[in-house]
């Protein structure tokens, strides 16, 4: 089963000087607010985080939920948001891909694939042993799950005493502490251009397609990175 | 409202774990070492780039109410004060959301 040691080996990385914790905290105490706010009482609250458990893709389920959005509509805004799950994915589960470990692992554990635990992965995968890499991973996903579920509970129950000023402030650590371990994970040149562009193309093609914009900088930005990458090897 | 909320859930979360199961599917035939996991590599972080870039440009939600300049201001001073303290991540984090609130208070 689960190897206890590396998963709480995962488990802990919250408490490390790089946790996610308060920033992740944060952004889930602004969305429990913000859930209250348009009415999901405490069960369907908790419920949205723990099903979905993605920040940007909760804020524009809200954001529809507001206009009055059809599901249709709603699905489609969501999936394109999180459609940067699968490159995501597909760059982090091959690292951790050990024949001693059954399937399941990996189809289970997938719903973990989000930021902040991404970018913990891929900036610490080199110091634990292969085998265990997924056994790591599912203890991290789990911490910054739980993380989440809390930081709901508490936006939930305290929204009456946050203004304005507050919930704006929460707002602005996500981003931030994402660049700054964007800026941590800068090593090789390809993924700094990668970067770079992805900075300046999403949104550059904001003004041709808002739906898009995300997707196509990522795609044409990860793809420019990728051949200068190859070309300077050759 | 309560029938519609918990199918906005379920839809929400579809559209969630559908990229994410589709890529740990795909990830079982993908080598570490390929280039077709460089590639995917290149495009995670150039999405991921993407997607902060709009959030703090283009933002949905509460950060729409602050200014465009105040937003960019609390990203330079974090970014100086997160290469200042050595790396460390709560210090930028805690310093930006404080910045954030005063100087939409004060602007």
Redesign the interface.
């Given at each position: 089963m689960i190897n206890t040691k590396y998963f709480l080996g995962g488990y802990k990385s919250i408490l490390k000087a790089d946790s996610p914790a308060i920033a992740l905290g944060a952004c889930f105490v602004a969305i429990g607010a913000l859930l209250k706010n348009l009415g999901f009482n405490i069960q369907e609250s908790i419920f949205s985080t723990m099903l979905t458990y993605a920040l940007p893709g909760s804020l524009v389920m809200a954001e529809s939920l507001l206009i009055g959005a059809s599901l249709l509509n709603i699905f489609l805004a969501v999936f394109f948001v999180n459609a940067r799950l699968y490159p995501m994915a597909v760059s982090l589960f091959p690292l951790m891909m050990h024949k001693s470990q059954p399937k399941w692992k990996y189809y289970f554990s997938c719903h973990f694939i989000a930021v902040s635990a991404w970018l913990i992965m891929k900036n610490n995968y080199k110091n634990i042993p292969k085998q265990h890499r997924i056994d790591y991973w599912i203890g991290i996903g789990s911490a910054t799950w739980t993380v989440a579920v809390i930081g709901t509970l508490i936006g939930f129950f305290l929204c009456d005493y946050l203004n304005k000023d507050i919930l704006i402030g929460l707002a602005i650590i996500n981003p931030i502490y994402f660049l700054c371990m964007m800026i941590e994970a800068s090593k090789t040149s390809q993924i700094i251009i990668s970067i770079i562009l992805g900075l300046i193309l999403g949104p550059a093609f904001y003004f041709f397609s808002p739906e898009w914009s995300i997707l196509l900088g990522g795609v044409a930005g990860g793809t420019i990175a990728y051949l200068t990458g190859e070309l300077n090897v050759k | 409202?309560?029938n519609?909320?918990?199918?906005?859930?379920?839809?929400?979360?579809?559209?969630?774990?559908?990229?994410?199961?589709?890529?740990?599917?795909?990830?079982?035939r993908?080598?570490?070492d390929?280039?077709l996991?460089?590639?995917?590599?290149?495009?995670?972080?150039?999405?991921?780039?993407?997607?902060?870039?709009?959030?703090?440009?283009?933002?949905?939600?509460?950060?729409t109410?602050?200014s465009y300049l105040s937003?960019i201001f609390?990203?330079i001073f974090?970014?100086i004060v997160?290469?200042f303290s050595k790396?460390?991540?709560?210090f930028?984090?805690?310093f930006?959301?404080?910045l954030?609130?005063?100087l939409?208070?004060y602007l």
């Open positions: - | 409202m309560s519609s909320i918990f199918y906005a859930i379920l839809v929400t979360s579809l559209a969630t774990f559908l990229p994410r199961f589709l890529g740990a599917v795909s990830s079982q993908i080598r570490e390929s280039k996991f460089k590639w995917f590599n290149c495009l995670a972080y150039a999405t991921l780039a993407a997607l902060i870039a709009r959030t703090i440009i283009f933002p949905v939600g509460a950060l109410d602050a937003r609390v990203v974090s970014i997160f290469l790396k460390n991540y709560v930028p984090t805690i930006s959301a404080i954030m609130a005063m939409n208070n």
